[in-house]
C-alpha cells in the first residue's frame, strides 16, 4: 500500500509530489545512499526496529560515499521516521530513507551538489513475491559481489544493488528465488539484498564481514544464537561447502529469516527448513514483535511526541 505522505529534507509532503527532477545526479549515477528499516504492530504498539542502529549505519554509508556532512542527525533522522510514520498512520511497514546528490556533482564529485534526504514509508510486501515458509531455492550467481576495494561493501550505497539487480534478475528468470554471491576471491559473500547464515553440525556458520553488509538482522541473530547456546563461527566459506551444509537461510530486514532448501539443484539438509533455522525464524519473530527478552533494547516505539 503507498502512503499518503513523504518527508523531503525536513517536511512532509504529499507523496504525489515528493518527486524529484530528471536531470538530478544521484539518479543517473545511482550516487546515493539508503536504508532499509522495518516497523512492527508489535505487542505493546507500533514499533520499529533497531532503528538508531540503521540510522547510523545510513550515517556510516554517508561517511564511507564521502558526503562531509549531512544535513540531518541520527536523532533528528529518526525523530522524522516518526513523524512519516504517523502522519500516514501506518503501525507496521517498510522504511526506506535515501539521501541522495542532488544540486549538481555532474563532475563526478560529491563536493559539487548537495545531499538532500527523504523519507519514504510503505505497507510492507511479501519478501520474494510469494510465501517463503517453505523454504528457498537458491542459486551461485554468475556475478561476483564487489571486491571490498571497488564498490565499499560496508555501505548501502545506491549505485552498489545493480551488482545485486544483475544476480537477482538472472536468478529468477532461471527459476530459482534468491542467489548468493560470491566474493572476488571465491568464498561465498552474501544474498543480493540479505546476509547468509549456514547450519553445520549444530554450529551457525556465516562469512565474516570482509567483503558484505554489516547486516543488523545477521548481528540480530548472532545475539540470539548466544542467548540460546547456538554457537556461532564468522569464517571464510567456500562454494562446496554450501552443499552440505545441513541448513542455509538467508537474512535481512526485508525477508527476516527464511531458510534455504536448495541450492544449485542440490539440496540443502533433508530438503526441508531445519530445526535451528525454524528456531531462529521463531526468535527473530518474537524479537520484532516485542515478546523476547531484548525486545525492549531493540524496539523504539512510535508513540505521538511529547507535548512542550
Ligand atoms: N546484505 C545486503 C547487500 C543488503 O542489502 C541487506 C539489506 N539491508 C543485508 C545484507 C541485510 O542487512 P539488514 O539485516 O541490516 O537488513
Known amino acids: 500500500m503507498t502512503s499518503q505522505f513523504t518527508w523531503l529534507n525536513g517536511a512532509l509532503v504529499e507523496t504525489a509530489r515528493a518527486t524529484v527532477p530528471f536531470l538530478t545526479v544521484g539518479l543517473h549515477y545511482g550516487v546515493g545512499v539508503f536504508e532499509g528499516i522495518r516497523a512492527y504492530d508489535a505487542e ?121 539487480v544483475l544476480a537477482k534478475t538472472e536468478s529468477q528468470r532461471l527459476g530459482f528465488d534468491e ?12 544474498c543480493t539484498g540479505a546476509n547468509l547464515f549456514l547450519v553445520r553440525n549444530g554450529r551457525l556458520l ?36 554450501l552443499y552440505v551444509a545441513d541448513e542455509a537461510m538467508v537474512c535481512g530486514t526485508a525477508a527476516e529469516v527464511v531458510g534455504i532448501t536448495e541450492i544449485d539443484g542440490r539440496r540443502i539438509g533433508d530438503g526441508r527448513v531445519g530445526p535451528v533455522t525454524a528456531r531462529l525464524t521463531q526468535a527473530y519473530a518474537d524479537a520484532v514483535r516485542g515478546t523476547y527478552p531484548r525486545s525492549d533494547e531493540w524496539l523504539e516505539y512510535v508513540r505521538p511526541p511529547r507535548r512542550a
Not at 542467489?179 to 552474501?190: N, R
Request: hydrophobic share 40%; net charge positive.
Open 179 to 190: 542467489s548468493i554471491m560470491l566474493d572476488p576471491e571465491g568464498y561465498v559473500a552474501e
Open 44 to 164: 505493546k504498539g507500533a514499533a520499529v526496529f533497531r532503528l538508531r542502529d540503521h540510522l547510523r549505519r545510513l550515517h556510516g554509508s554517508a561517511r564511507i560515499l564521502g558526503f562531509r556532512e549531512l544535513p540531518y542527525s541520527v536523532d533528528e533522522l529518526a525523530a522524522a521516521v516518526g513523524e512519516t510514520i504517523r502522519a500516514n498512520g501506518f503501525g507496521g511497514c517498510y522504511i526506506r530513507p535515501l539521501v541522495y546528490l542532488a544540486e549538481g556533482g555532474w563532475n563526478l564529485t560529491l563536493d559539487t551538489g548537495k545531499p538532500h534526504v527523504g523519507i519514504a514509508v510503505w505497507k510492507q510486501t511479501v519478501y520474494a513475491g510469494h510465501d517463503v515458509g517453505g523454504g528457498l531455492k537458491a542459486n551461485v550467481s554468475s556475478f561476483t559481489r564487489s571486491h571490498p576495494g571497488a564498490n565499499m561493501t560496508k555501505a548501502k550505497i545506491a549505485g552498489n544493488y545493480v551488482n545485486s
Open 206 to 241: 556465516s562469512p565474516p564481514l570482509d567483503a558484505i553488509l554489516e547486516g543488523i538482522t545477521r548481528a540480530t541473530l548472532i545475539t540470539i544464537a548466544g542467548d540460546v547456546g547456538i554457537a556461532v563461527e564468522e569464517r571464510r566459506l567456500s562454494r562446496d561447502q
